[in-house]
């Protein structure tokens, strides 16, 4: 029998920009194999148009109209409000309400914590705990509220559409193989999902994609292949815990190292470029990093806030398979990530290390829960092939040829499994289109749906 969320509360405000966002607080079973085993409370903001009619018989403007379920990336990131992100009113304008949800564990959602996990006992139970906090479990939990949402529709008009950006979108292929039902279209901006057992086949790729991104940025920034190599060596001179950040952390040279992670994005080459040239200025004038150097690097990868990323990052991608620190491992193969190489030092991407978990001061508190995770092997599956081979379900997917997050050819693999999926393929953007393309890739995906080739 299928779970329906609970729904605690509902309280709406009109904010500028005219839209009327209600705030829903939901309560779901935390373990949907086990009901009676403990609940969550769940965080979602809707959004519609807020319209004043001039004519105030008229109640048309409190017709429901159809769901648009959005699923944010990460792992282990908050749902920012609607009237915050930039496809919002492009969404509206086509007429859906807008539903942006905090993933279990993020935002409002029963927000995992060092702190909020000691509360739930040792740390083998700590480590079972955030099992369930993968795209399976999200995935439930959208169903459960989706049955809450539309519990007086008309069966013609329960079923709602989903927007995936990045792992969410890697949530929303999980939607397509086991609750397909629920579902009337699927948009996916960047988030076609590897179909693998683990996390290995990932980095193989993904390595190679952000040595392409390094030689890129050196290409630009030529003056800051001697830059780098400097700050390396004064993160290097005393040890890995001699610089200390804001948060309490380290500074480590490998943490600098992973400034990489924004080479994805938009711009991201110009703000590592930004942060190398600001620490260089300070070893020019002053020797040693200033306060306001060391938070911006500190701030720039925010792990102490983000633990499901962290700890499940990796996770994510397993499938009866361990990921026993697979970025770690795979790193070896890629000699020209090494810090100690004559040539440029090459920054890296969206990987977790183990030593993140001595360098990051809330991550310290989670290394035994984080090996007992990397080391099970327990994972059920996150995706279903023989269901997405006859999937009728619409779905609509921008797949991004210079993705350094999510490889290109994998995604195109993963489309052509996806019975029915259409995609708009582009070398004009990165991974963070939504965001920063909106109004070309919203089209894009829209005309997909909308228009035909023949």
């Known amino acids: 029998m299928a779970t329906i969320a609970k729904i605690l509360s509902r309280t ?26 403990g609940s969550i409370k769940l965080f979602a903001r809707s959004a519609r148009k807020l319209e004043k009619p001039a004519d105030p018989t008229d109640d048309s403007s409190k017709k429901q109209l159809p769901w648009l379920c959005f699923l944010q990336g990460g792992p282990g990131f908050p749902c920012p409000s609607p009237q915050y992100t930039p496809w919002t009113n492009q969404i509206l304008d086509r007429g859906y309400e807008i539903l942006c949800l905090d993933q279990r564990g993020t935002g409002l959602s029963t927000p995992l914590s060092a702190s909020t996990l000691g509360l739930r006992g040792d740390d083998p139970v700590q480590a079972n705990y955030m099992k369930s906090f993968r795209a399976d479990s999200i995935v439930k939990d959208c169903e459960a509220i989706r049955l809450a949402l539309t519990a007086d529709f008309p069966k013609e008009k329960k079923k709602w559409s989903i927007m ?3 792992f969410g979108g890697f949530c929303a292929v999980t939607y397509l193989s086991f609750h397909p039902e629920g579902l009337r279209e699927a948009f996916l901006f960047g988030g076609l999902p590897p179909l693998v057992d683990g996390p290995d086949p990932v980095y193989e790729r993904t390595y190679k994609k ?32 001699t610089v200390r950040t804001p948060t309490e952390g380290a500074l480590s040279a490998r943490r600098f190292q992973t400034l990489g992670l924004a080479f994805g994005a938009h711009g991201g080459i110009d703000s590592v470029h930004e942060i190398v040239l600001k620490a260089w200025m300070d070893l020019q004038m002053f020797g040693h990093l200033t306060r306001n150097t060391v938070s911006a690097i500190d701030q ?3 792990l102490d806030t983000s633990i499901i990323y962290a700890v499940l990052h990796e996770p994510i991608y397993c499938q009866g398979t361990a990921s026993n620190w697979s970025a770690e491992r795979v790193l070896a193969k890629y000699p020209e990530f090494s810090l100690d190489t004559d040539g440029p030092i090459y920054f890296t991407g969206e990987m977790i290390y183990p030593f993140q978990f001595e360098d990051y001061n809330e991550l310290a508190k989670l290394l035994p829960q984080a090996n007992m995770l990397a080391s099970d092997s327990s994972w059920p599956a996150v995706y279903d092939e023989a269901q997405l081979a006859k999937n009728d379900v619409p779905v609509y997917a ?4 210079d993705d350094m997050y999510v490889d290109f050819d994998f995604s195109v693999e993963t489309a052509s499994k996806i019975k029915g999926c259409k995609t708009f393929i582009t070398n004009a953007m990165y991974h963070d289109a939504v965001r920063s393309k909106m109004e070309e890739v919203t089209k894009s995906l829209f005309a997909l749906r909308d228009d035909c080739i023949d």
């Open 210 to 241: 952000v040595a392409k991104r390094n030689k890129a940025y050196y290409e630009k920034y030529p003056e800051d292949v001697e830059r780098v190599k400097a700050i390396v060596k004064l993160l290097q001179r005393f040890g890995n815990s």
């Open 300 to 302: 720039s990868f925010p």
């Open 164 to 166: 995936g950006q990045s």
């Open 12 to 37: 709406s405000h009109a904010v500028p920009g005219k839209l009327l966002i209600t705030e829903l607080l939901f309560e779901v079973p935390r373990d949907y194999s086990k009901p009676d085993g």
């Open 398 to 401: 921008a797949v991004y040829m």
